[in-house]
């Protein structure tokens, strides 16, 4: 298990035409979840959602 970065493209599924490049986002290898700054998320439309388990 490791890191390493990587840029990525994250768009909206629900408005394709939604989308932004982040240059440089860290990948765990050993992580089940993946956090992106809800900053980036708003620009595009997504809204933050909590799910309780």
Same mark, same amino acid.
């Given at each position: 298990?490791? @890191?390493?970065? %990587?840029?990525c @493209?994250? !768009?909206?599924?629900?408005?394709?035409?939604?989308?932004?490049? %982040? &240059? /440089?986002? *860290? *990948?765990? #290898?050993?992580?089940? @979840? #993946?956090? %992106?700054?809800?900053? &980036? @998320? !708003?620009?595009?439309? %997504?809204?933050?959602?909590?799910?309780? /388990?």
């Open positions: 298990m490791g @890191l390493f970065s %990587i840029g @493209l994250i !768009e909206n599924q629900q408005d394709r035409g939604r989308k932004i490049r %982040i &240059h /440089k986002i *860290v *990948v765990d #290898t050993g992580s089940e @979840l #993946t956090w %992106i700054n809800y900053r &980036h @998320l !708003e620009k595009i439309g %997504i809204d933050a959602e909590k799910k309780d /388990k």
